[in-house]
């Protein structure tokens, strides 16, 4: 009957304890850009639902600019918390689920009566699944590189092909396009895979970066008003590309070299489990 009460006074503690970290109050300014993130998702199925895809794509674009500053804002002012990571997950299937899902699939998918629901309901799963598996692995597996494409870059993947599309045949729909099914389908597989990424979180403004990295974007900015329909998409595709060289150069490296192993954050193998009682005897 003792040990009834010590747990159920334990279990009480914990839920204030919990109720009193919200009574604390959250970080304003990286809720804030993620907030903005979301509006603009929404701002993109409003747009969608409209027939306006063309602005729907850019919305998304723009969520994808706000979703990158949020958490380095987060770092920067040391301002991350369990609500926000949680809140920006929840924004991100919104944004980079939703949104994209239901703009490819009016723009183009619906003109596959069943392949066009499937594809566009696995791209919406593999996203959900890819944020869950995010926030389970992110401060050990994902703290340096990514497990599987990010689901704001392959919600950039689908808009930036609507962006190039419009550019150069105007309103015009595509109909049955093979490539964007394919696109969609990648794009899903990618998020739930083994396949590395880069998350650059490495570049912060605390630490310095050689002047070439400086040149380096000024050349992106260069590109990027000279042309941005197609740099966009280009620039998806590279990314895109990149995760899946590398992971084919590290699986011809550990087939060459058995004997080394990559580390865990891209695609080594996990530390063998032990048992406490191992552990004791150690």
């Known amino acids: 009957m003792k040990k009834f009460k010590i747990r159920k006074f334990n279990r009480l503690k914990r839920g204030n304890r919990r109720a009193y970290d919200m009574r604390k109050g959250i970080y304003i300014l990286p809720n804030l850009f993620t907030t903005t993130s979301l509006f603009c998702g929404f701002y993109s199925i409003v ?165 070439f990295y400086l040149v380096g974007l000024a050349v992106v900015i260069f590109f990027f008003i000279i042309s941005p329909h197609e740099f966009v998409f280009i620039a998806c595709l590279i990314y895109t590309a990149s995760g899946m060289v590398e992971y084919i150069l590290q699986k011809i490296f550990v087939a060459k070299s058995p004997s080394k192993e990559l580390p865990l954050e891209l695609g080594g193998p996990p530390p063998p489990y032990e048992s406490e009682s191992l552990q004791s005897i150690h």
């Open 47 to 211: 747009q969608t639902l409209k027939g306006h895809y063309y602005v729907a794509a850019w919305a998304i674009f723009v969520a994808g600019i706000f979703d990158m500053l949020d958490g380095r804002i987060a770092r920067l002012t040391r301002a991350s918390s369990d609500f926000g990571t949680e809140y920006d997950s929840l924004c991100d299937l919104a944004s980079f689920g939703m949104a994209p899902v239901l703009l490819a699939y009016s723009w183009s998918l619906q003109s596959y009566p069943r392949i066009g629901v499937a594809a566009a309901f696995l791209f919406f799963a593999c996203g959900a699944m890819r944020l869950a598996r995010y926030n389970v692995q992110s401060v050990n597996v994902e703290r340096k590189n990514f497990q599987g494409l990010p689901i704001p870059m392959a919600a950039g993947l689908l808009i930036t092909y609507v962006i190039f599309y419009h550019h150069y045949f105007g309103r015009a729909m595509p109909g049955k396009s093979v490539l964007f099914l394919g696109l969609t389908i990648l794009a899903a597989l990618l998020m739930v895979s083994n396949v590395p990424y880069r998350s650059f979180k490495q570049f912060t403004s605390r630490r310095r970066a050689s002047f």
